[in-house]
């Protein structure tokens, strides 16, 4: 496992010893009055400080006992008993965790153990849900519902596979994939932090072996990766691009690096679930600039530059419920400059109203890693001074409660 990787899988280990040993009754009531006699769900007024709720209004905090979660309805945000945390003192997704970990007493070292056993699986249910918080109102029921949706596959198992295929791509040789990412612009480093790996055609029967002797032939067809003859399907498109969510990969696309390939992405089987590069933003502080773009090209060209990005599979790709985690940035779409990116903007520009929030708009005469390719010299310079632009034509925020 690549650094990245092993920071990831430590982040997961302390999250989940944190989580074990909270008490989410007596954390919450630090924080806010809870009803003395209140079952799992209750409802009380919020007290995170951005908020700045006047106090007068109903209750707007919703709290699972049971699960951790909270949303609160009247900004539309929500998540697990760490983001509270944040929220509360201003912290990073990060820092939340770190210290609560200290203030619990988990160390590190015991997190291996702490993190197996009985507990896991209940807690794991709640958790999937906890970073992207589903903060529509009509769908806040569902977060917070016990039941879940029959899957093909459970999604942590399917993120072993998918995490398995990649360490085990990562092993091969990566130098196509590298010359390939390095004439768009992007170089190693930014490949790296993004996970992204090359499949190279010769490894087709080493990487395949491995998931046999991981996985059952039943859970590998059931992921997607492979078919019903058991074969590994996922090796035309040899550019892999996983989705992070809390640090766990929860979704494959494949892009050809060939010339004639079509179609030229390959996708895991169901709907993408998450924003491409949404992970990154937990670290970021409030009122960064975070660029809303079309594609993995295009958000890792803006990393590789030092501006954080995240990325639409196609214009139209946003989901209402992937907003919130976005409320905190200053967000600038910079879509394709055509038909498609300018209505889907126009779209995002209303929905992102709804919630109470901004979206800029950038203007390019072309896509952005064509922008940066263009003029390479200044396109900082330039990027910086046009998004400048943008954030200036913003109407001015509504006064809220
Ligand atoms: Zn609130």
Redesign the pocket.
């Known amino acids: 496992m690549n650094q990245t990787g092993e920071q990831r899988e430590r982040w997961r280990r302390l999250s989940d010893a944190v989580k074990a040993r909270l008490d989410y009754r007596s954390f919450y009531a630090r924080f806010c009055r809870l009803p003395e006699r209140s079952g799992a769900r209750t409802r009380t007024h ?3 400080p951005n ?1 700045a ?1 006047s106090g007068g209004g109903k209750p ?2 919703s709290i699972d006992l049971q699960s951790g979660l909270f949303h ?4 539309d ?1 929500g998540g697990d008993a760490i983001s509270f945390y944040a929220l509360l003192h201003n912290l990073t997704a990060g820092q939340a965790l770190a210290r609560l970990a200290r203030e619990l007493g988990v160390e590190t070292k015991n997190v291996e153990t702490e993190s197996d056993g009985a507990g896991v699986d209940a807690r794991t249910k709640g958790e999937r849900e906890s970073l992207v918080t589903r903060a529509a109102p009509d769908t806040t029921d569902a977060l917070l519902a016990e039941d879940e949706p029959a899957e093909p596959l459970e999604e942590r198992r399917l993120s072993l596979i998918c995490e398995s295929f990649l360490d085990a791509c990562r092993r091969e040789e990566q130098l196509e994939g590298i010359a390939y990412l390095r004439r768009r612009g992007i170089d190693r480093e930014t490949m790296r932090r993004a996970g992204v790996v090359y499949f190279p055609r010769q490894s087709y029967r080493r990487v395949m072996r491995e998931l046999q002797r991981q996985f059952t032939n039943q859970e590998l067809m059931r992921s997607g990766l492979f078919n019903s003859q058991g074969h590994l399907t996922f090796y035309r498109h040899r550019l892999l691009f996983p989705f992070y969510k809390e640090g766990r990969v929860v979704y494959l696309q494949a892009r050809t690096t060939a010339s004639g390939v079509e179609p030229r992405w390959h996708n895991m089987r169901g709907s993408v679930p998450a924003l491409y590069n949404i992970d990154a933003l937990g670290e970021l502080p409030s009122d960064t600039i975070v660029y809303l773009v079309e594609g993995f090209t295009d958000t890792l060209t803006l990393l590789a530059n030092g501006y954080a990005a995240v990325g639409l599979v196609g214009a139209g790709g946003l989901k209402e419920d992937w907003l919130p985690p976005l409320a905190r940035f200053r967000v600038v779409a910079a879509l394709d400059p055509d038909a498609a990116g300018a209505s889907a903007t126009d779209a995002y520009t209303e929905i992102f109203a709804r919630r109470g929030m901004r979206l800029a708009r950038l203007s390019l005469a072309s896509d952005v890693n064509d922008f940066f390719r263009q003029h390479a010299a200044d396109s900082s310079a330039r990027f910086a001074s046009l998004t400048e632009l943008a954030l200036a034509k913003l109407p001015h925020r509504d006064e809220r409660e």
Do not use: D, G, N, Y
């Open positions: 919020c007290p995170i908020h709720h707007s905090l609160c309805f009247s900004r945000e």
